[in-house]
Structure formats: structure tokens, C-alpha cells
């Protein structure tokens, strides 16, 4: 079965960089796109970042220049590298398939605080 479990959220004051990380099991993850989500407390898990099984890139406007999303195929992991943080940025962060979708696993919480 498809798994998929993010980590390395955690804490940080804004202006600050996290790397987060989405490892794959269960797929051929080389032939699939991959997203990372967001949801803030009390708002809809919105959309953040996107890219394709060739390598192309998609962001959120809000994002856009701050965010680097990129993929190891042979890590089967997918990442997110997220710099000059900001307190609208906190929110738990999930990945999921283009092509496929899993349940929501717990995601991981990033904090952005002064």
C-alpha cells in the first residue's frame, strides 16, 4: 500500500528557513507528480507547491520566490525548502500525488513566530 510520511517541520522566527520532506513507499515514484499542501488553523488546506515526474514547477503566489520545491527519485522523497519564513506561513504541511491520492496522514506542523 501508497505511504507517505512529511516531516521536518518544527519551529522558527520569521525570516528563518525549514526543509521539509515527503518519503514514498508502496508507488513507482519516479512516474508520479507530487504536491505539498498547507492547512491553517481555521482555513482550507490550500495548494502550495507542485512538481510534475519531469521535473517542472508549480507555486502558490504567496510562495513564489521563498519556496523550492524538488525531488529525489532515488530517495523516493520529495521536498520542500522554505526560506525567509513568515508568521502566515504557519499552517501543517502535507504532501500527496498528482496522478494518485492517499489519505491525509498527520502532515508536519511548521510554527512561524517571533
Known amino acids: 500500500q501508497v505511504q507517505l510520511v512529511e516531516s521536518g517541520g518544527g519551529l522558527v522566527q520569521p525570516g528563518g528557513s525549514l526543509r521539509l520532506s515527503c518519503a514514498a513507499s508502496?508507488?513507482?515514484?519516479?512516474?508520479?507528480?507530487m504536491h505539498w499542501y498547507r492547512q491553517a488553523p481555521g482555513n482550507q488546506r490550500e495548494l502550495v507547491a507542485t512538481?510534475?515526474?519531469?521535473?517542472?514547477?508549480n507555486y502558490a503566489g504567496s510562495v513564489k520566490g521563498r519556496f523550492t520545491i524538488s525531488r529525489d527519485n532515488a530517495k523516493n522523497t520529495v521536498y520542500l525548502q522554505m526560506n525567509s519564513l513568515k508568521p502566515e506561513d504557519t499552517a501543517v504541511y502535507y504532501c500527496?500525488?498528482?496522478?494518485?491520492?492517499?489519505?491525509w496522514g498527520q502532515g508536519t506542523q511548521v510554527i512561524v513566530s517571533s
Open positions: 500527496n500525488g498528482v496522478e494518485f491520492k492517499v489519505a
Open positions: 512538481v510534475t515526474r519531469n521535473g517542472d514547477t
Open positions: 508502496g508507488i513507482s515514484f519516479s512516474i508520479y507528480g
